[in-house]
């Protein structure tokens, strides 16, 4: 069975506390985050999500990983939903984002592993996947130094290392070269297109337009909670009027400003 990942038409309202309307300027009580987002991940594909601030990106990652319950819709990861088997497809995925933080007193050697044994790994392969993974994220030199003492980008490095732990067939990363240099971020992208080509599930967020056009499969393009565009990159940019990337994403935040 191919290990696709089906998004079909999920949504979800959060309601919206006296201080979050003030700092979105608006009276309104509820704000839906995701309005009946569909896309299909498929295996040995890179998926790109695209959206400006405030999209949605975020919200349909955290409900794909099973962190928050959408109110409506279906997530199918591989074959095991999000509702009744929440436990399989957490065991199936690594999830990065910036929202999840690493425990400030821990070093990456000590948390790696603690991660490793939450996933119930036996200590040789435990050794195996930490010196693959420190040294093809140049982790080592600053393995056993306190997360509090690192800098922004070791923190991301050790974060995406921590997420592989477990070898999971679907990645999910969420703006996975925040923070990096541009070394680094091409250490990521390129071991994600690793992943792929070992026949990876790949769904990843991102605000940098070149890295979707030399990376991804798929895209998808969210505004205010739609799914705008859903397809293939190949039909994208044979798609009438087509002139890059960059200039759609620019004419659809054009065409849905103030449209909610
Ligand atoms: N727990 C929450 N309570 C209230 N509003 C929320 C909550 N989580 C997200 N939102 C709102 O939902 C909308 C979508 O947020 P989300 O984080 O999914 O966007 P995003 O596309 O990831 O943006 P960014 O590119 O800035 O990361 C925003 O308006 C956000 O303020
Ligand atoms: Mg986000």
Request: proline share 2%.
């Amino acid at each position: 069975m191919k290990q696709n990942l089906i998004v079909e038409n999920i949504t979800k309202t959060f309601k919206l506390s006296k201080k979050q309307q003030k700092l979105k300027h608006t009276h309104k009580k509820t704000i839906t985050a995701c309005d009946g987002i569909s896309f299909t991940a498929h295996q040995g594909e890179i998926y790109g999500l695209l959206g400006p601030n405030g999209a949605g990106k975020t919200t349909a990652l955290r409900i794909i990983s099973t962190l928050i319950k959408p109110d409506s819709g279906y997530v199918e990861v591989g074959g095991s939903d999000i509702f009744n088997e929440s436990k399989e497809v957490r065991r199936k995925i690594a999830f990065l984002t910036s929202e999840l933080k690493l425990e400030d007193h821990f070093t990456p050697n000590y948390l790696f592993t603690y991660f490793a044994k939450l996933h119930n790994l036996d200590e040789k392969l435990i050794n195996q996947r930490k010196e693959a993974l420190f040294r093809r994220f140049g982790i080592n030199p600053f393995k056993e130094v306190k997360v509090s003492d690192l800098s922004t980008g070791m923190k991301q490095k050790t974060s995406i290392a921590i997420s592989l732990v477990h070898d999971p067939e679907f990645i999910i990363f969420d703006e996975p070269t925040n923070g990096l240099d541009v070394l680094t971020a091409k250490n990521v992208t390129d071991y994600l297109l690793e992943l792929k080509n070992q026949g990876k599930t790949i769904i990843l967020s991102t605000h940098i337009l070149s890295v979707v056009e030399k990376l991804c499969d798929r895209v998808g393009i969210i505004i205010n909670g739609k799914m705008l565009v859903n397809d293939t990159l190949k039909n994208i940019s044979h798609s009438d009027n087509y002139i890059d990337l960059e200039t759609l994403f620019f004419d659809l935040i054009e065409e849905h400003k103030g449209v909610e």
